[in-house]
């Protein structure tokens, strides 16, 4: 038996119509209208401020005369305005104002020892719950040994829950020997 190959068969071509469409062209759109106020207006007319991004290039830090003198003037400020109303006034923060409340209630020797001693808010509040006779000492061992704040306010605290002597703790936690003399309550 042989086997006989038959010819393929071949499928009849079909055509098919071929339809031409052209796109639209384009119509570009209408910028929409701005409703625009007139204080926005009077906006965009004023030149922009290049505003500075760090809190240390915007405002220099308060200390020594500049604290003394901030603190002046918030004592003359602070009469029947809120602490928004204070900090616009004095172009600052709403924190720093908040500190200089508290700073406002520092007696004059602690205001004397920021000028002279060229202290911060935050040594000056430090060093405020100590005796008289500690506080120019303590003043001048924060310049030189660069205490962290929180030592002296923990002291302080410890002192009042009476849990230590201004004496015993100065010489424990700070390796500061002053007299005993001078850490007697003045």
């Given at each position: 038996?042989?086997?006989?190959?038959?010819?393929?068969?071949?499928?009849?071509?079909?055509?098919?119509?071929?339809?031409?469409?052209?796109?639209?062209?384009?119509?570009?759109?209408?910028e929409p209208v701005k409703k625009e106020t007139v204080i926005a207006r009077a906006r965009s007319a004023e030149p922009h401020k290049n505003v500075t991004r760090t809190r240390k290039?915007?405002?220099?830090?308060?200390?020594?005369?500049?604290?003394?003198?901030?603190?002046?003037?918030?004592?003359?400020?602070?009469?029947?305005?809120?602490?928004?109303?204070?900090?616009?006034?004095?172009?600052?923060?709403?924190?720093?104002?908040?500190?200089?409340?508290?700073?406002?209630?520092?007696?004059?020797?602690?205001?004397?020892?920021?000028?002279?001693?060229?202290?911060?808010?935050?040594?000056?509040?430090?060093?405020?719950?100590?005796?008289?006779?500690?506080?120019?000492?303590?003043?001048?061992?924060?310049?030189?040994?660069?205490?962290?704040?929180?030592?002296?306010?923990?002291?302080?605290?410890?002192?009042?829950?009476?849990?230590?002597?201004?004496?015993?703790?100065?010489?424990?936690?700070?390796?500061?020997?002053?007299?005993?003399?001078?850490?007697?309550?003045?």
């Amino acid at each position: 038996m042989e086997v006989v190959q038959s010819p393929a068969r071949k499928k009849p071509v079909q055509f098919v119509p071929i339809w031409i469409v052209r796109k639209p062209t384009l119509v570009p759109k209408a910028e929409p209208v701005k409703k625009e106020t007139v204080i926005a207006r009077a906006r965009s007319a004023e030149p922009h401020k290049n505003v500075t991004r760090t809190r240390k290039e915007k405002n220099p830090p308060l200390r020594g005369t500049a604290l003394n003198e901030a603190i002046r003037r918030y004592r003359e400020i602070k009469k029947g305005l809120t602490q928004r109303e204070i900090a616009a006034r004095m172009d600052c923060s709403d924190q720093t104002v908040h500190m200089l409340s508290k700073c406002a209630s520092l007696p004059d020797d602690v205001l004397l020892l920021i000028e002279t001693r060229h202290l911060s808010m935050q040594a000056a509040l430090a060093i405020a719950p100590f005796p008289i006779a500690v506080r120019p000492k303590l003043a001048d061992s924060i310049g030189h040994h660069a205490f962290p704040m929180w030592q002296l306010e923990y002291i302080a605290l410890l002192v009042k829950r009476g849990q230590g002597s201004w004496h015993g703790l100065l010489k424990e936690r700070l390796e500061l020997v002053i007299p005993v003399e001078d850490t007697l309550e003045s």
